[in-house]
T-cell receptor
Framework: GAVVSQHPSWVICKSGTSVKIECRSL??????MFWYRQFPKQSLMLMAT?????????EQGVEKDKFLINHASLTLSTLTVTSAHPEDSSFYIC???????????FGDGTRLSIL | EDQVTQSPEALRLQEGESSSLNCSYT??????LFWYRQDPGKGPEFLFT???AGEEKEKERLKATLTKKESFLHITAPKPEDSATYLC????????????????FGQGTRLTINP
């Protein structure tokens, strides 16, 4: 149980394009979803927290116009990196949880490379 | 500010050589402490949640313990397949509805088990 699927697992695109990453909870309803960024050999940095049907809460320093988050249903959240540039290249990971007293379950991440 | 420090940063063991990983934390009101395992290029996999000092949880060769200041992940007679990065994270109380969901991660311990 508690499976989170993230797609795509790997994407390469040109500078200036927008990239959408999907995060789905496959066997539970996720009231809260999270988006993280991870640099090589570093830990996870929380970018934003979102609840279904409401606006995401972004961490300090994360540009909300750059990283658009939509949590339209209890099983799907999307992260769109708008006008991506090489400095946006990173490993993006989502997580989901059903209830507040349960652990977060993570997807397998998306490796984003901007040329 | 909530802080999590893990040590050592990296640990190499021979197969069968037991050891412990440390996670020291500072948080004003611990809601839960979480251990995750992360393999290269993958998202973290949930291992344990600990809620109060004195609590212990076990899973196969892993055992997690918790005090008021730190948590240990004990690995007994490890096998090469136990090689991974082990992440510790804390969830704090009284951070408001969204804030209470957040995890603060440590930098992780990269564990390598040589056959």
């Amino acid at each position: 149980g508690a499976v989170v699927s993230q797609h795509p697992s790997w994407v390469i695109c040109k500078s200036g394009t927008s990239v959408k990453i999907e995060c789905r909870s496959l066997d539970f309803q996720a009231t809260t979803m999270f988006w993280y960024r991870q640099f090589p050999k570093q830990s996870l940095m929380l970018m934003a927290t979102s609840n279904e049907g409401s606006k995401a809460t972004y961490e300090q320093g994360v540009e909300k116009d750059k990283f658009l988050i939509n949590h339209a249903s209890l099983t799907l959240s999307t992260l769109t990196v708008t006008s991506a540039h090489p400095e946006d290249s990173s490993f993006y990971i989502c997580s989901a949880k059903q209830f507040s007293n349960q652990p977060q379950h993570f997807g397998d991440g998306t490796r984003l490379s901007i040329l | 500010e909530d802080q999590v420090t893990q040590s050592p940063e990296a640990l190499r063991l021979q197969e069968g050589e037991s050891s412990s990983l440390n996670c020291s934390y500072t948080v004003s009101g611990l809601r839960g402490l979480f251990w995750y395992r992360q393999d290269p290029g993958k998202g973290p996999e949930f291992l344990f949640t600990l809620y109060s000092a004195g609590e212990e949880k076990e899973k196969e060769r892993l055992k997690a313990t918790l005090t008021k200041k730190e948590s240990f992940l004990h690995i007994t007679a490890p096998k090469p397949e136990d090689s991974a990065t082990y992440l510790c994270a804390v969830q704090a109380n009284d951070r408001g509805l969204q804030g209470a969901q957040k995890l603060v991660f440590g930098q992780g311990t990269r564990l390598t088990i040589n056959p």
